[in-house]
């Protein structure tokens, strides 16, 4: 069992493996079906993909920030402030190369901004009082969330998830 430092580096760490397992699964869809959509309202493959990268990006830049204000603009102009080059990312690799350099700076900022920083208390988006660390911890679980809406995607399109082949081989494998 790892211990570790601190709150801070216990969170970074769980976060790294949510964003691992994103990444294992963005790379597990071929190529050619980052446009599937299971209806015509929801998000296609890309789009959820962009979708966690900036929310990951806005949570990052407006927590690292000695004035983190959650309502400082409307949520839109947020997400742009942070991560308006998302959008032009629309490859795999492109997707796959973000959602890595994207931990890796997180993790840096994170760092730089300190634990004490991150048990400060801030405004949240619904106007209550929390923590800088809980709200890290939301969006983990926002990540988390969307991870599983990508293994559904991946259900829907016949393709076996990259966890579940992962689980199923290390079963054969012990047979």
């Given at each position: 069992?790892?211990?570790?430092?601190?709150?801070?580096?216990?969170?970074?760490?769980?976060?790294?493996?949510?964003?691992?397992?994103?990444?294992?699964?963005?790379?597990?869809?071929?190529?050619?079906?980052?446009?599937?959509?299971?209806?015509?309202?929801?998000?296609?493959?890309?789009?959820?993909?962009?979708?966690?990268?900036?929310?990951?990006?806005?949570?990052?830049?407006?927590?690292?920030?000695?004035?983190?204000?959650?309502?400082?603009?409307?949520?839109?102009?947020?997400?742009?402030?942070?991560?308006?080059?998302?959008?032009?990312?629309?490859?795999?690799?492109?997707?796959?190369?973000?959602?890595?350099?994207?931990?890796?700076?997180?993790?840096?900022?994170?760092?730089?901004?300190?634990?004490?920083?991150?048990?400060?208390?801030?405004?949240?988006?619904d106007g209550e009082q929390g923590t800088r660390l809980a709200w890290l911890n939301h969006g983990i679980a926002q990540e988390?969330?969307?991870?599983?809406?990508l293994v559904l995607y991946q259900r829907l399109m016949g393709i076996e998830p990259a966890l579940t082949r992962r689980i199923?081989?290390?079963?054969?494998?012990?047979?």
């Amino acid at each position: 069992m790892t211990l570790f430092d601190s709150l801070l580096e216990e969170t970074l760490e769980a976060w790294s493996d949510v964003r691992q397992g994103l990444i294992d699964e963005v790379a597990n869809v071929p190529d050619d079906r980052f446009d599937f959509r299971p209806t015509p309202e929801t998000r296609s493959v890309t789009e959820l993909i962009q979708h966690i990268l900036e929310v990951a990006l806005m949570m990052t830049g407006e927590l690292t920030r000695p004035d983190t204000d959650f309502h400082r603009a409307p949520w839109p102009e947020l997400l742009d402030l942070y991560a308006a080059h998302v959008k032009d990312a629309g490859t795999k690799a492109e997707l796959l190369d973000l959602l890595r350099s994207s931990i890796r700076e997180a993790e840096q900022k994170f760092r730089a901004a300190g634990e004490l920083a991150m048990l400060q208390l801030i405004t949240r988006f619904d106007g209550e009082q929390g923590t800088r660390l809980a709200w890290l911890n939301h969006g983990i679980a926002q990540e988390m969330y969307h991870r599983g809406q990508l293994v559904l995607y991946q259900r829907l399109m016949g393709i076996e998830p990259a966890l579940t082949r992962r689980i199923r081989e290390s079963w054969d494998a012990q047979e």
